[in-house]
């Protein structure tokens, strides 16, 4: 019995521990499953939030797109056409079967006193993607030809190179620049060795016009951009961006140079684009009558050769301009606008200001010619790698020659009055070319004047490619604007172009989004705003 007693004891303490085994992969199954569940869940809300970031981000892009079609459209020539409201509406479809496009409203800016901004536009933009709920985004954009406003003698956006030169400034409002008629009548037009060194070379002077706003300036960050060097004199700063770019040589005199860094928006230059819209110079100068002599024109290329050519008030085009041994001057303001090279040698190239007299429109009685640099303003677009702009020879140019995408030499003792701004600038002739022992002294020196009469009046590079800046953007979570679709007719007109009807969800409350880092731009539906300057 004792034997059979223990025996069955040993059963039922085996079965014990069966049960404890089954009982503990039980507990062990039910949490795998809860932990499942929840990493379950948890995957689905991650993927949740995941396509709905993704979407809208989508809807983001698709109103970018928007703006990127809305800024061509205020950069092309012509605007498209404006309802009777002011606006002009535009959608672009990128993916029907999940309606996802584009939407743009550009509308007419307002004034506060309620006139029309001739300038300023109000863009509203509207993506749409899969799930998400629309993203709007409201900018405003400026609409005008570039401006630029010159306060430097010499700008080289990648490379300046001075030797033999002079730089320095001048005000001609103040203290007028003449020469005498009498040393211009032998420059090419009656004996072109008078009045000219043993080189051929003219030698114009000038004296006791000097200020020291003869600035220099460049871009460029690699060391030794700018280079002055073998007696030259700047009477001005040289303005660099990094420390390491200016190079000046022990013989140069910088008693009147300084050195800074280059001031902020200094260094925006768009590029010139010539219109296509504006009159012919050469045909312009072959209609003249009595006809000048001297004056021709090949492919567009305008050369004055051996002549004195002058033009009325205006804007011109040519793919290209030549001066040997001449005159070419200016009756009041001019533009050229120059698609090519441009070459001046041994003549005069020059502004004026306008004269009821007779060509060349001197003082009465008076036997002067006065420079007038505001009054000239050359624009130069290549048409070919090898173009540049070249002046030499003694030339005498007073005006503007702004070139940012070409080259610029002035050399052989010529002298330019006004400012200029080029890709790379050479200015007097280099240690290592020939014929560099012919500008040795001071009165053979190469020069350029900044002429602070010329800061007073900004130059356009481009006048039929208007550019479109933004000055405000605010990026809104929700369509609801309900006050305004009410009011404004604009956005009832917009709502009804827009290819689906969005039904508009709640109202957000008025809080901050710290996932954008800031707070609302001030409305009951903004989530972030910000500034272009």
């Not at 496009?101 to 901004?117: E, Q, V």
């Not at 505001?374 to 003694?394: E, Y």
């Not at 809080?511 to 954008?516: E, R």
Request: proline share 8%; net charge neutral.
């Amino acid at each position: 019995m004792v034997n059979g007693s223990a025996l069955q004891s040993g059963h039922r303490l085996s079965n014990r521990r069966g049960a404890a085994f089954l009982l503990a992969v039980y507990f062990a199954s039910l949490m795998f499953l809860v932990l499942g569940g929840v990493s379950l869940q948890r995957t689905m809300t991650e993927v949740k939030a995941s396509l709905l970031s993704r979407d809208t981000h989508q809807s983001f892009w698709n109103s970018e797109a928007a703006f990127d079609q809305a800024l061509t459209a205020l950069r092309a020539k012509a605007l498209p056409p404006f309802d009777a409201l002011g606006c002009a509406y535009a959608s672009i479809q990128f993916d029907p079967s999940i309606d996802s496009r584009g939407n743009s409203m550009i509308c007419k800016a307002t004034n506060p006193d309620g006139t029309i901004n001739p300038t300023q536009y109000r863009v509203d933009l509207l993506g749409t993607s899969m799930t998400s709920g629309p993203v709007w985004i409201t900018t405003f954009v400026e609409r005008k030809a570039p401006e630029v406003t010159l306060t430097n003698a010499l700008v080289g956006l990648e490379d300046i190179a001075i030797s033999h030169a002079k730089v320095g400034g001048l005000n001609t409002t103040t203290s007028p620049v003449a020469l005498s008629l009498a040393t211009l009548a032998n420059l090419g037009l009656a004996n072109l060795m008078t009045g000219t060194d043993v080189y051929g070379d003219f030698v114009p002077t000038l004296a006791g016009l000097y200020t020291n706003q003869g600035h220099i300036a460049t871009k460029a960050t690699t060391l030794n951009a700018l280079r002055v060097t073998h007696g030259s004199e700047v009477l001005g700063t040289l303005l660099t961006g990094m420390a390491g770019v200016a190079s000046i040589s022990p013989d140069t005199n910088t008693t009147n140079m300084g050195t800074g860094p280059l001031p902020s928006g200094s260094v925006d230059f768009p590029p010139v684009r010539v219109p296509t819209t504006l009159p012919a110079l050469g045909a312009t100068l072959q209609a003249i009558v009595p006809p000048i002599v001297g004056v021709s024109v090949s492919h567009g290329v305008v050369t004055i050769d051996h002549a004195w050519a002058v033009v009325a008030p205006g804007a011109y085009r040519a793919d290209g301009l030549v001066l040997q041994d001449a005159v070419f001057s200016t009756n009041g303001p001019v533009d050229l606008y120059i698609k090519g090279a441009v070459s001046v040698t041994r003549s005069l190239l020059y502004g004026q200001t306008l004269c009821p007299g007779e060509i060349p429109c001197p003082a009465a009685g008076v036997n002067l010619l006065k420079f007038s640099p505001p009054n000239l303003r050359i624009f130069v677009q290549p048409a070919a790698s090898s173009d540049k702009v070249r002046v030499t020879k003694g030339s005498v140019v007073a005006g503007v020659i702004y070139a940012p995408q070409l080259p610029v030499r002035i050399d052989h003792k010529s002298l330019l009055m006004g400012a200029m701004v080029s890709k790379t600038a050479q200015v007097g002739l280099m240690p290592d070319e020939a014929f560099s022992y012919r500008e040795p002294s001071d009165a053979q020196k190469t020069q350029v004047y900044y002429d602070e009469a010329v800061g007073a009046q900004p130059v356009h590079p481009s006048l039929d490619t208007p550019q479109a800046s933004v000055l405000y953007y605010s990026v809104h979570k929700s369509l609801t604007e309900g006050h305004l679709f009410e009011t404004d007719p604009r956005f009832k007109k917009w709502l009804e172009f827009l290819p689906t009807v969005f039904t508009p969800p709640p109202t957000p409350p008025l809080v901050s989004s710290p996932s954008y880092g800031g707070p609302s731009c001030g409305t009951d539906f903004g989530i972030l705003s910000g500034h272009f300057k």
